[in-house]
């Protein structure tokens, strides 16, 4: 509950203020956060890397 309650609100700033290069991981098998949600973070951050991994999940950061 606490996670969907960070996300629903403002984060305090702009993913494109980000200067930094960002690497979004993300599972295609994700049904709770979808790849269109990671696909959407690496498109808006400028200098961001999508790694898409085929068959992962949510739980992508446990596994890896």
């Known amino acids: 509950m606490q996670d969907i309650c960070l996300e629903a ?6 993913l494109r203020e980000i200067e930094c290069p960002v690497h979004v991981w993300h599972g295609d098998a994700d049904d709770t956060v979808t790849l269109p949600n ?3 973070q690496a498109n808006v951050i400028p200098h961001a890397t999508l790694h898409e ?3 992962e999940g949510h739980w992508l950061l446990y596994e890896h």
């Open 38 to 40: 990671g696909t959407y």
């Open 9 to 14: 609100r403002p984060w305090g700033f702009d």
């Open 53 to 55: 991994i085929p068959g």
